[in-house]
């Protein structure tokens, strides 16, 4: 299976072959921590699982071929991701990344990675002006979410990509909220595309795991290097769940899209909405860039209240009754979320207020369901 096939051919069969000892269509589970050699260092192409493992290479190829990649390393976890990623810079590297991010990758990056001496400018990536000053000598990573996290800002991946290889920068770009079905990272001129597959490449809400694709050899080796000596490998049962999960990608996310617009477009009409954050409207400030670098828009929404308070907030986000109130996104499932208090909580409120976080914000994973309950759902929780 090669990249001249179609995206949703590749979903179902890229990666994997029928097992050759019985046929079966289905990746099996590899449940073996090591592996019989021959003699000494002569073995069938694996010899302990942290290092590699056959369910893990299945799910590696299916995901490399899904981004246009030659490589595709997985990991137990989309921060372990990350955390692979940062492992590559040494004390004295800047970053600059933008200021409206994942909660976790704030985290990961003030407090985590800061105490070694690695330092983050956070700007706003809409202002390529901005971007362009806060590049150093030292600056060795350009980190970029688009779009964000949770405010649906949409970043121009080419443009900013530019300007970190420009300055001698590595560009990586969270792909997560667009999947590699409607934005491809590496095509736009990144060096890294970041997914945590928990989210919709797993696509049901049942698996931890993150991955990292790249073109480049050396980011490969390096990546690979971090799974063997850290030990930040998934397990067979999460790659298995993860290969499952993709195969039915492209119609889960034509199906985010569909509802997801309906659903954006509900929430500007309603009375006690003020604003909505959807790159797929036409008023949203980033639309532009979205329909030249995007396929389509995803199923995630953002939008405030004219109440703009916390406890506003909550009590809608506690009314629903389809949209499950919790964490995490890109499921089957219809999801609601408050970010302030929840996936955004380690963020000082201070910093979320610069970069344009209000307190009633409400944070939506549409998911598949019929998009009239949805919506009827949300009239009654607004009401």
Known sequence: MNNEHHFATRCVHAGQVPDPTTGAIMTPVYFTSTFVQQAPNVHQGYDYSRADHPTRRALEGNLASLEGARHAVAFASGVGAMDAILKRLRPGDHVVTTNDLYGGSFRLFTQVFAPYNIEFTFVDMRDLAAVEAAMRPETKLVWIE???????????????????????????????????????????????????????????????????MTNDDGWEEALRFQVKATGACPGPMDCF???????????????????????????????????????????????????????????????????????????????????????????????????????????????????????????????????????????????
């Open 146 to 212: 688009t779009p964000t996290n949770p405010l649906m800002r949409v970043v121009d991946v080419a443009a900013v990509a530019a300007l970190g290889k420009a300055a001698g920068a590595w560009v990586a770009v969270d792909n997560t909220f667009a999947t590699p079905m409607l934005q491809q990272p590496l095509a736009l001129g990144a060096d890294l595309a970041v997914h945590s597959a928990t989210k919709y490449l797993g696509g049901h809400s049942d698996v931890i795991l993150g991955c990292v």
């Open 241 to 383: 769940l993860v290969l499952r999960g993709t195969k039915t990608l492209h119609l889960r996310v034509e199906r985010h899209c569909e509802n997801g617009e309906r659903v954006a477009r509900f929430l500007v009409d309603h009375p006690a909405v003020a604003d909505v954050y959807f790159p797929g409207l036409e008023t949203h400030e980033g639309h532009a860039i979205a329909k030249k670098q995007m396929s389509g828009f995803g199923g995630m929404i953002s939008f405030v209240l004219h109440d703009d308070t916390v406890e506003a907030a909550t009590r809608v986000v506690t009314r629903t009754k389809i949209f499950a109130l919790a964490e995490s996104l890109g499921g089957v499932e219809s999801l609601v979320e408050h970010p302030a208090s929840m996936t955004h909580a380690s963020i000082p409120a201070e910093e979320r207020q610069k970069s344009g976080f209000r307190d009633s914000l409400i944070r939506l994973s549409v998911g598949v369901e019929d998009a009239d309950d949805l919506i009827e759902d949300l009239r009654q929780a607004l009401a």
